[in-house]
């Protein structure tokens, strides 16, 4: 098993910034593709970004590509995403999430094995 605990959420103004991070812990062993997933109020969980153990294939959504940016440290076993120029539409919850079998980098909901239980962003105009 891998357990997830996201940080660095908060409250910010329209065009802040905010970095998220999230350590597992555990079987880190199988920690492979780590992404971010966000749940807008309302709405589904969607994909914002994902990186493969070696940082060399990375994803993202359209909608936060030039704004968001996904790194990882295998040493501390963390993600982390710098956000900037944050839209009132990024409002969400935002979920760390571990694909821990084959490696294979996606963008769908399924293919992630482990979920921590999410960090409040909210956008103010």
């Known amino acids: 098993q891998v357990q997830l605990v996201e940080s660095g959420g908060g409250l910010v103004q329209t065009g802040g910034s905010l970095r998220l991070s999230c350590v597992a812990s555990g079987r880190t062993s199988n920690v492979y593709v780590m992404g971010w997933f966000r749940e807008p109020p309302g709405k589904e969980r969607e994909f914002v970004a994902a990186?493969?153990?070696?940082?060399?294939?990375?994803f993202y959504a359209d909608s936060v590509k030039g704004r968001f940016t996904i790194s990882r440290d295998n040493a501390k076993s963390t993600v982390y995403l710098q956000m900037n120029s944050l839209k009132r539409e990024d409002t969400a919850v935002y979920y760390c999430?571990?694909?821990?079998?084959?490696?294979?980098?996606?963008?769908?909901?399924?293919?992630?094995?482990?979920w921590g239980q999410g960090t409040q962003v909210t956008v103010s105009s």
């Open positions: 999430a571990v694909e821990g079998q084959t490696g294979v980098i996606g963008t769908t909901l399924d293919e992630y094995d482990y």
């Open positions: 990186i493969t153990w070696s940082s060399a294939t990375i």
